[in-house]
């Protein structure tokens, strides 16, 4: 009974303390966390701060754990708002009596993990260092109580998945250890303990611009004397693989205030040739496990000395080979009598004195050889060169003895000896009279292909020389594709080009029998994205873009360039490269049976390449251009219908597509132009036959556009096109408006139609007016043309016309009138005035004539407007006079409404 009851006391006190590492957690953890927030706070010159964070009695009992999410640290001045840590997740465990401690006190951590940090060290070009961000003597600023401390007890630590960026500006150094996996274990809370430490992470050191190391796995082992007491750290037994190459090394680090004591000394465990190959880049080693060699390569070193902010440490380091030779399993031949003797050294402590020398490095290919020497002092200062190459390789050979990428074929034979000395800060002032170089280049028989070319490329032939002023391009012929070439010319900075990163400044003449801008498109794959699906690569697209680091001008001429569908012939101009812009300047061709002058700029700076040109055409066969240009296509439709030739001015920009050709819908400019010896293909002229069907005295294949000048503008794919004038036997037709390039017309025509065109009833009524006036008589038409261009829709305006022409015949009618009644009353009056008759009879008369005059005055009065009979006679007698003249317009009318045209015998006898 007891033991029952003892038993369930057990149990109750078991599931009471379950409880309490189950529920404590949630009590604890906001206060944790804000315990730690206001340690590490009180404690740095920066903004610590997380997303949240996770207290466990139970994962890793009998000690608590917090697990912290999504912490950062942020610098204050002078790196404000820059980010110097950042973990995706920080996990401490820490003994249960640490979660119980006030706010003064100290917080002792056992075991410490961060997952995916991102470490951010930068010195700025004052050498101010973002990292150094604890407070002086510790604790707040402010003048409360010491608000307590971290205290690190750690047994173990890992780091995982992180990154380590060191930039220091003011030195010109940049170190990136990514892909870092570490592990620590040991008890760094003694005074003095060993620490068992496992790294593997990739490597990229840069220095002054120049790359010495690109993502190179490391992988290091190392057991750490730790004494704390005197701040010294010692090397017990270690070793580091670079890329695949071992080595030992052993020697301590000690920190005093004001510098470190460094003392280490390394060599490679064997001596094997293999560790050569293992120095190269795996990416370059291409599996160096089945590799056989012989010969040897050591590497051995030392770095001893202070460091401060003046002295390094001075270090010498040798690496040795004779004699040696590697062969791949796979390929016929081997690299063979391979030659190393090189020093790097540095013995007064200062960085500037640091030196390089290559006493040798050579090896053979069968017969082929190589040779370098080379010597360069003041490392990192002012680097001063001195080297010399002598080499007669035929490159096919090095396929034979080493593993090339199976795009890259090599053949041809490469002969050269060159001697060069220089410094660098001359390079950098182009001060290029300061260096030295002399010798030759000779490439003959060359072949090379690459997915970066659309074709392999073949130089028969290349000659260079070097002298201290320009590097000289003798002669270099070749071919790739259907396109041969032929070059010359000089470069006048090599040096700065290879080691300041500049243009290749340089003039050159350049001339090919056949130049096929084809050959040159390159395939370039694509990504696309689908919601949030990754970027998938699709179908390469072919794309042309001018060399960046080009700076120079040459002179071109070409008997035949391709250019898309275009066939240029004798080609000549100036092309100017810089900036990834070609300036063409005076380029002259002949094309279409006529020449063509081009001036203007094509660029491919952006990501959509653009050009701005100006053309001038001479004599060009309309129907040639229009077929071979898609531009004329959109710009001038109705070109389809005309044989002769053009002259035009054309100023004209916009976007280029992948292949060079113009983005349509993109173009802007305007056009100057004019036709000569114009024929017209009716049946290739919608318009044109679209206005004879509605127009019966219009025959669409006897308009004269001989000699016409018109101009149009383009922008935003709507062609506006200035009024012109053509003619039409003895009709002048006004035409203006525009239309897109879609093809959809908006324009308008006026017609200055003769009023003999209006049919017999017309030139009945002209033959009884019997005027002088009605020689020249017409009225104006207006054809409204919209639609499309294959099915253009014609409308007609003859209202307007008929008024004009009825209120002319009118008043000439009204005129001829007028008159005739002047002439009468000036015969009345003047036998009034001749006064000859006597007695009554002449009394009489006198008032007959008076009565004449009066009522022919009234007459001519009538007929300006003037009031002069309102009786129904004379009304009557006014409407039979205008009744023919309203007749005839009726008849007008219905003859120009004709649909079908007139019998050709017909309207001869109209005319």
Sequence with gaps: MKKNRFLKIAGLVLLLILGLLVALPFFLEGRIGSLLKTNVNN?????????????????????????????????????????????????????????????????????????????????DDEEHANYDIAKKGGGSDTTEPDSGDLSLDLQAYTLSNSEISYTDRSGGIHLQVSDIQHSGTGDLSLEQSELQTSTTALVTLDLDSTNYLNKNRVQLDALLGIDLSNNKYSFLKNEVQLNQLPLVFDGYVQLFDDYEDINLQFRTPSSDFRNFLAVIPETYTKEI???????????????????DETHIPKFTIKMASDNASFKYPDLPKSVRNIQINALVKNSSGLAEDTFVEIDKAAFMIDSDQFNLTARIRELMGNPKVEAHLVGDVDLANLRQAYPM?????????LRADITTAFDMASVEKKQYENTRTNGYFNLSNFEYASPELAHPLAIRNMAVTFNPQTVT????????????????GSIHNLLGFMFNKELVEGNFNLASDTFALNDFMVKEEEAKTSGDQKEVPTSGTEKVKIPSFLDCTIQATAQTVLYDNLSLKNVSGTLRIKDQTATLSNLTSSIFDGKLALNGTVSTKEERPTFSMKLGMDGFRIGETFKSLEMFQVLAPVANALEGRLNSQIDISGLLTDDFTPDLASLSGNVLASLLGTEINPGSAPILNALSSK????????????????????????????????NYKDIAIKVEGGHSFDRT?????????????????????LAKIDDSQLEHLSIPVTANIGGKYANPQISTDLTSGIKTLTAQLVEIQKQKLVNQGRAKAQDLIGGLLSGNTAGKDSTRAKDSTQTGVKQVIGGILSQKGQPRDTSVA?????SRK??????????????????????????????
């Design 405 to 413: 990428p199976s795009n890259l074929n090599l053949k041809g034979r």
């Design 745 to 765: 017309l908006n324009y308008s025509a006026v017609l200055q139609v003769p009023a003999t065109y209006l049919g017999k009833d017309v030139n009945a009524l």
């Design 695 to 726: 127009l019966d005295f219009i025959n669409a294949g006897d308009f004269d556009l001989g000699n016409l000048k018109t101009a149009l503008s383009f922008e935003n794919g709507k062609v506006n096109v200035k009024p012109f004038t053509i």
């Design 43 to 123: 404690n740095i010159n920066g903004t610590f701060d997380f997303e949240e964070a996770h207290l466990s009695l139970i994962r890793s009992f009998p000690r608590a754990e917090l697990r912290v999410k999504d912490l950062y640290i942020l610098n204050k001045a002078p790196f404000e708002g820059d980010t110097l840590l950042k973990a995706g997740e920080l996990s401490v465990t820490m003994g249960l009596g640490e979660l119980l401690k006030g706010a003064g006190e100290p917080i002792r951590i056992r075991s410490l993990d961060i997952d995916r940090a991102k470490l951010n060290i930068l010195i």
């Design 473 to 488: 391009l003798k002669e270099m012929t070749g071919t790739t594709g259907s396109t041969d070439f032929r070059a010359d």
């Design 289 to 307: 496990e089945g590799v056989t060699t012989t010969g040897n390569f050591e590497v051995n070193g030392t770095i001893e000395g202070k460091l």
């Design 882 to 911: 205008e009744e023919p003249v309203k007749e005839a317009a009726k008849q007008i009318l219905g003859n120009l409404l004709g649909k079908k045209k007139k019998e050709p015998a017909k309207k001869d006898s109209i005319q």
């Design 874 to 878: 004379g009304a009557d007698s006014a």
